[in-house]
């Protein structure tokens, strides 16, 4: 007689397996979409410094102490009020610059590793000569 063994993280590989190309096609897609209206400047004063970090780090927070850590690789979309949008990565201290056009912006988080959970997304203006700071932070889920 045979016995057949459950093993639920096959299972959850074989639905997020699909999942993920998925994603990675609408990522794709969203950038090469980018493509319609720039929304890329040349001003080397104006656009956006996005930090991206996740936490809590350690289940107990101590005042006056960073419970945060710096995300590698996290993919953000930014959107612009007018239409065009651009997608971009962290790099290993979590942050990026970008040169963009002045106007008004979304930006996401769209992949986030190491977490649990996404920051809402947040508008912000970028006006001529202005670099906007944005910090975001993704939920580890540790309590």
Known sequence: MTILQFHPHRALAALYRPLALLLGALLSLSTASGCAKDILGSDPSTGLAVTVRKGPIQPVAREGEDNSAPVDGA????????????????????SFHVLLNPGDYVVTVRVCPGTMGLPAPRETTV????????ALECDTGIR
């Open 127 to 134: 006006a001529s000569g202005q670099m906007v700071e944005l």
């Open 75 to 94: 993919v953000v979309f930014i959107e612009a009020g007018g239409g065009g949008d651009t997608t971009l990565k962290t790099d290993a201290d979590g």
